[in-house]
Nanobody, 112 residues
Framework: QLQLVESGGGLVQPGGSLRLSCATS????????IGWFRKAPGKEREGVSC????????YYADSVKGRFTISSDKAKNTVYLQMGSLKPEDTAVYYC?????WGQGTRVTVSS
C-alpha cells in the first residue's frame, strides 16, 4: 500500500530547529522524487524542497535556502527535512509528496 506519513512538527521559538520526517511505503525512493510543501493560513501552498534519492540532487525554495536541508535514508524509506533558523513565517502545515500522493501533514508553529 502506497503511503506517506509525516511527523516531527511542533511549536518552536524563532531561531530554533525541527526535523520533519516523511516515512514512505509502497514504492522505492530510488524511483521517485519526494518533495516537501507547506501551506500557511491565508497563503497558497508553496514548494519547499525536493530530493532525488538515486543521485542525491536537491532543490530548495529561495525562502528556505541555507536554513533547511533535505535528505533521505533509503534503508528506512524515509525523507527528512532539517529546519534551522526558523522564522515565524515558516509557520505552516508541512506535507510530503511522492508518486502523486500526499501525506496528512504535520503542523509547524514558530512563535515566542
Amino acid at each position: 500500500q502506497l503511503q506517506l506519513v509525516e511527523s516531527g512538527g511542533g511549536l518552536v521559538q524563532p531561531g530554533g530547529s525541527l526535523r520533519l520526517s516523511c516515512a514512505t511505503s509502497g514504492f522505492s525512493l530510488d524511483d521517485y522524487l519526494i518533495g516537501w510543501f507547506r501551506k500557511a493560513p491565508g497563503k497558497e501552498r508553496e514548494g519547499v524542497s525536493c530530493i532525488s534519492s538515486w543521485d542525491g540532487r536537491t532543490y530548495y525554495a529561495d525562502s528556505v535556502k541555507g536554513r533547511f536541508t533535505i535528505s533521505s535514508d533509503k534503508a528506512k524509506n524515509t525523507v527528512y527535512l532539517q529546519m534551522g533558523s526558523l522564522k515565524p513565517e515558516d509557520t505552516a502545515v508541512y506535507y510530503c509528496n511522492g508518486v502523486g500522493y500526499w501525506g496528512q501533514g504535520t503542523r509547524v508553529t514558530v512563535s515566542s
